[in-house]
């Protein structure tokens, strides 16, 4: 395997959790909703995951866990906010802060064993090509995945009803409501769904990325997600343009630590954090881009007249 | 069976007290309900978490060591979150404060002056502030969410702490540890009682008070809660949002600041990789116990210190994690938001149908008779119709 | 299953619908025939959008029954109306701003989702109706009178055999009014029912079969409006004769104590209008007027002269002599100005806050010593709410309620109650009487005059012309941001004030804001 192979796998590895959580937060948003448990869901995913794969000794189990923990935090969050009326940010903040406490507790018996790796896909013939076989081809099921549910966000949002109704609502949730629409019904399947997302990207960190429980191990990848769903300004394709961007920064530091530059691994391990704001500030002085897509009603409450 | 919301003309005066003991009892409840099933006496494990940290004079000191960096910070945040300001980064603040304030000791560890102390503080302050400005900035400049930076932020600080424990200020004679040198006696907080309490409890509860007039007796106050309740009527009367936005991360970063230095002045007395076990996060959670007032930051710091320790004391009396103490800090502010839609609005239980009166008469869309209702009468316009179809 | 039929198309019988303890609708009885334009009549807060709302199933009854062809009907839900033949146009728009015009005819349109199709249909029904529209358009870029056709399209793609109008002539200039009536009686004479709920009692008496009128949740008469005059159907829904202001113009204004130059200003934002060249003279002692559709530039003109915004140059706003452009609105207020915004909650006033904390908001320095080095005189400051609540008759205002428990007209009492307390020279005033009952606007209403008659200049941004022609002694229209220039008000009427709501005065290209032809 060339240099550059190794390079374009680990970017590509670093950057699926991103995109998943991004572009699962970013259907929370476009129905105006602004969910920042991110994180919390991505650990509790992780965590579970792990457990569960560890456990059964299926990685396909792992998963499937890792799905199911991010909804049931996310739907946590829904009864809280569209139930109860609860503040959004709060909320969001409460559910990442409960999440790493509740890893931690879970994830205690597990710290330190031998992982289950979910294993690459081989496509005979085409996974064995040179440089495109390996980083086309060779990847795990999760990667295509992430490709796959970013594309049909993409295209649920652009051309059928149902995607039409999640940005109406995100839009102008008075106007939909007294269309007859059901705001909270729909913003409780977005909610679930980016749960399902946040949950399978905290799994791909504890069954691919590093195969085995680090507490803590999402280090802040789920706030970058929120902010990648910013830079994007809710675009899907975007988002993807903006995770693998990030992810290459990710490995960047990382390569350049190997090959000996002599900066500090510290501020080289920063560099994410740093690029996350100046990211933000680029795309938050664009007004054109921003203004037209945000969300009119991303974070507010609404309660209807009954 | 379904939850209803019903709108109060006016929010609970009453529910506004009640709310965080209801939250703090339900907690309580889960708690216990937690323990049992992992076949603990739930009774007994209730009072070594819960009442335990109360009963000794050495776990009370202890709990005021542990509130007194919550209380300043969540006292800070309180004022913050009135605004409609999100500033989550005071864990990186309190980093900085705590770097700025040792670089005293540090690189001047033989200045033994009255001077030292106050120098150290008031850097404390300074850096927190200057940490807290940068969202701040960014926010005015450039319409950055605050959320995001602020949060950034806290992962450079820990990564600047990290170099700087490693690398320039690591204690040369210390072994390779990660570690500064110790502090001298002269750059040490003053303590009371035997030893652990120290002068950062005085600034909490001076902090506290001062907080408390400045946000219910003075304009400033006045101007951050207009702020937070209507941006559009605080323009309107005359207040500046960048103005106000400068004030609630400056004052916030200062508290956090000087809570990061006290820690290290403190306790800790030197610099090391970890100097807070995320005080700053659990401010977050002081502040909404808190019920977003400073003076209730002081009572949310001692409860969120009681569940830091009572979490240490369970894992030594009954060998159960250190970690139950986060889910019950993060299962509390679940709780406090749950509790707080009762200010807002009365909440009822409605069978899932609807149950006028004559219920029994009503027919379904579904089953009306569509036959007669689509022949009997003329349409508006011929051509309409064909569009329709 | 019952099934009386006489004929009616919609039977509401003996409707209640309580919110918490307060009844909207008490025991309502409404009837409509197919093909009869039925005007629901009533003050604001009399309980008329209750009512629609309950027709079209976006509120369910507390207690009563609807008939629709004499079946007792269940509608549980909008789309459950818009199934049986109900359609309608919200006095507040349904529509989403970020949304193409066919994206938003789509929501409101069941059957799979064809985007081209649709606006096929959209295209040739609007072309039917002489409703032009633009289906790839985006709804943020269209002016309101285009917006409204946008809703009436959408209902008419589904064949309603009922169509509700909620107060739709609110933002539509008198000759745009006319071009809706002539569509509804259109579709009227097809068969389509028509409820058309409005307070503009000519309108009414001009368009409408019969009239139902409610006072306080109450069915109070069922009338030929055709056989009243204006002034008893106004008693029938005031319950008392309505006072009418005494606004004798006094002959000699005095002079200029509101200027404004050539005053231009980007939109603020994608969805903001642009001021252009606006240039404007009050002058003490008179009530000024600026008339225009909604959205035509009032609100940033409002905030411009407020101060919220700054003017580009000093000299484009000068207030007492001085010029002001770069002045903030406190610097404003201590020149002897003062300012009410349209928005009651969350703008002139903070919903959460107590009465006497309102006070605060405009008064902190407007030398009433409220505040010394910093400090708030809690005292001072609920006297002086004391004061302002009993002087301008706000009902059960106590200093320590909350501002959003009071009624809108109590609000808008004490938001102008507190500006005028201070006997300003300036008084500058956005919407003064929208949504408030008959009673507050009627007192709202000579308070400015006797303000004005006191020396001081007022300028009233109105979208209603009778409120216009009442007080004002001089009239400017605002069209996209352009002002027309002032007019006398004996020597303008309503269809020179139309063309120039429709743009006649506006330089450069034509405006495209034309009206329903």
Known sequence: MSALEAVLLTIITASTPLLLAAVGELVVERSGVLNLGVEGMMIMGAVTGFAAAYTTGSATAGVAAAIGAGIV??????????????????????????????????????????????????????????????????????????????????????????????????????????????????????????????????????????????????????????????????????????????????????????????????????????VTIVALLAISGNRVLTKVNTPACIGQTFVPDR | ??????????????????????????????????????????????????????????????????????????????????????????????????????????????????????????????????????????????????????????????????????????????????????????????????????????????????????????????????????????????????????????????????????????????????????????????????????LGALVGGVVLAICYLGGEAAQVELSISEKTAQVFQGLLLFLILTCDTLIRCRVRLERATQSPPQRDERVPVSLRNTSMTRSRFRLPGQSLRGAAR | METTDDGYLLEAEDIVKRFGGFTANDRVNLRLRPGEIHALLGENGAGKSTLVKIIYGALQPSAGRLRWHGETVAVPSPGAARQLGIGMVFQHFSLFDALTVVENVALAVPGPFDPDALAQRVARVSEEYGLPLDPAALVADLPVGVRQRIEVVRCLLQEPRLLIMDEPTAVLTPQETRQLFVTLRRLASDGCAVLYISHRLEELRELCHRATILRRGRVVADVDPRAETAGSLARLMVGANVQSVNAEARETAGPAALTVTDLSLPAAGSFGVPLRNVSLEVRSGEVAAVA???????????????????????????????????????????????????????????????????????????????????????????????????????????????????????????VVGRELDRNPRVLVINQPTWGVDAGAAALIRQALVDRARDGAAVLVISQDLDEIFEIADRIAVISRGALSDTYRSDGIDRERIGMLMAGAHEAGPAPDQDAWT
């Open chain 1, 73 to 274: 935090m996310a739907l946590l969050f829904a009864f809280l906010t569209q139930t109860l009326a609860a503040n959004q940010m709060a909320t969001g903040l409460a559910l990442t802060l409960f999440g790493i406490g509740l890893s931690g507790l879970i994830g205690q018996p597990f710290t330190g064993l031998p992982g289950v790796r979910l294993g690459a896909m081989h496509v005979p013939g085409l996974s064995d090509l040179p440089l495109i076989g390996p980083v086309l081809f060779g990847q795990d099921a999760l990667v295509y995945a992430s490709v796959a549910i970013t594309a049909l966000v993409a295209w649920v949002f652009t051309r059928t009803r149902l995607g039409l109704m999640i940005r109406a609502i995100g839009s102008n949730h008075h106007s939909a409501h007294a269309l007859g629409y059901d705001v909270a019904g729909v913003r409780y399947g977005c909610i679930a769904f980016g749960g399902a997302c946040a949950g399978l990207a905290g799994g791909y960190l504890s069954l691919v990325y590093t195969p085995q429980w680090i507490e803590n191990m999402t280090a802040g990848r789920g706030w970058i997600a929120l902010a990648l769903v910013v830079f994007a300004t809710w675009t899907p394709n975007r988002v993807a343009a903006g995770a693998y961007l990030f992810g290459a920064v990710w490995i960047m530091g990382l390569y350049a630590q190997g090959i000996g530059v002599a900066i500090p691994p510290q501020f080289l391990a920063s560099l994410p954090y740093l």
């Open chain 3, 292 to 414: 225009g559709v909604a959205g035509n530039g009032q609100s940033e003109l409002f905030e411009v002269l407020s101060g919220e915004r700054l003017a580009p140059t000093p000299e484009s706003v000068i207030i007492a002599g001085r010029p002001c452009g770069a002045r903030d609105i406190t610097e404003r207020r201590r020149l002897g100005a003062a300012f009410v915004p349209e928005e009651r909650l969350g703008h002139s006033a903070v919903p959460g806050f107590r009465l006497w904390e309102n006070v605060l908001l405009t008064r902190h320095a407007s030398g009433d010593d409220l505040v010394r080095t910093g400090f708030i005189s809690g005292g001072r400051t609920r006297a002086l709410a004391t004061r302002v609540t009993r002087r301008f008759d706000v009902r059960s205002g106590r200093h320590d309620q909350e501002a959003n428990a009071l009624s809108g007209g109590n609000l808008q009492k004490f």
């Open chain 2, 1 to 294: 069976m379904r939850l209803v919301l019903e709108k109060r003309p006016e929010r609970s005066r009453a529910m506004q007290v009640a709310s965080p003991l209801f939250a703090i009892a339900l907690t309580v409840l889960f708690g216990s309900v937690l323990f049992a099933a992992r076949g603990f006496d739930p009774l007994h494990a209730i009072y070594v978490y819960f009442i335990g940290p109360l009963t000794t004079l050495w776990s009370v000191e202890e709990l005021i060591v542990k509130a007194t960096p919550l209380v300043l910070i969540g006292a800070g945040l309180a004022i913050c979150f009135r605004a409609d300001l999100w500033n989550i980064g005071a864990e990186g603040q309190l980093i900085a404060g705590a770097l700025a304030g040792a670089s005293i000791p540090i690189l001047a560890p033989e200045w033994d002056s009255a001077l030292a102390i106050p120098a150290m503080l008031l850097l404390g302050m300074f850096g927190g502030m200057a940490w807290a400005a940068v969202p701040a900035l960014l926010r005015n400049r450039f319409g950055a969410n605050e959320i995001l930076t602020s949060l950034m932020l806290v992962y450079v600080a820990q990564y600047l702490l990290d170099w700087l424990v490693r690398g320039p200020w690591r204690d040369p004679h210390g072994f390779n540890f990660p570690k500064s040198i110790s502090f001298s006696d002269w750059h040490l907080l003053a303590t009371f009682g035997d030893g652990r309490v120290h002068l950062g409890a005085v600034f909490a509860v001076l902090a506290v008070v001062l907080l408390a007039v400045f946000m219910a007796r003075t304009l400033k106050g006045f101007e951050i809660r207009v702020r937070g309740e209507a941006p559009r009527a605080s323009g309107f009367g005359g207040f500046s949002q960048p103005g106000t936005t400068w004030l609630c991360f400056g004052l916030s970063g200062a508290l956090a600041g000087l809570a990061g230095i006290c820690e290290v002045a403190g306790p800790v007395g030197q610099l090391q990789p970890t100097i807070s076990p995320g005080y700053g996060f659990t401010a977050i959670i002081v502040a909404f116990l808190g019920r977003l007032n400073p």
